[in-house]
Nanobody, 119 residues
Framework: VQLVESGGGLVQPGGSLRLSCAAS????????MGWYRQPPGTQRELVAT????????NYADSVKGRFTVSRDNAKNTMFLQMSSLRPEDTAAYYC?????????????WGQGTQVTVSS
């Protein structure tokens, strides 16, 4: 199983970035997906989740109205469009894939991509 994030980088406050998470080794369309982030010196926190079919989406209050999560099940890829970025959005961003099977949770993480918002 591989989840590979890309699209991170350095951006000025107010700017935009689009993160991608490419999945392999899983039946992507059967997994709920999510973006999490871990600012320096803090715990990992939820950013956004999207259900396996894309019909249910949730956002952390801190990113509502600025970030948009989406997925393309035909391409085994999830996206996070980030706009109006703030310095407090600086963090390592991680992709997560999760599903329940046979009474057990199957949970996978990517290696992360760094987003730095700074002037």
């Amino acid at each position: 199983v591989q989840l590979v994030e890309s699209g991170g980088g350095l951006v000025q406050p107010g700017g935009s970035l689009r993160l991608s998470c490419a999945a392999s080794g899983i039946t992507f369309s059967s997994y709920d997906m999510g973006w999490y982030r871990q600012p320096p010196g803090t715990q990992r926190e939820l950013v956004a989740t999207i259900s396996n079919g894309g019909g249910t989406i949730n956002y952390a209050d801190s990113v509502k109205g600025r970030f948009t999560v989406s997925r393309d099940n035909a391409k085994n890829t999830m996206f996070l469009q980030m706009s109006s970025l703030r310095p407090e959005d600086t963090a390592a961003y991680y992709c997560n894939a999760k599903r329940w099977r046979w009474g057990q949770i199957q949970n996978y993480w990517g290696q992360g991509t760094q987003v730095t918002v700074s002037s």
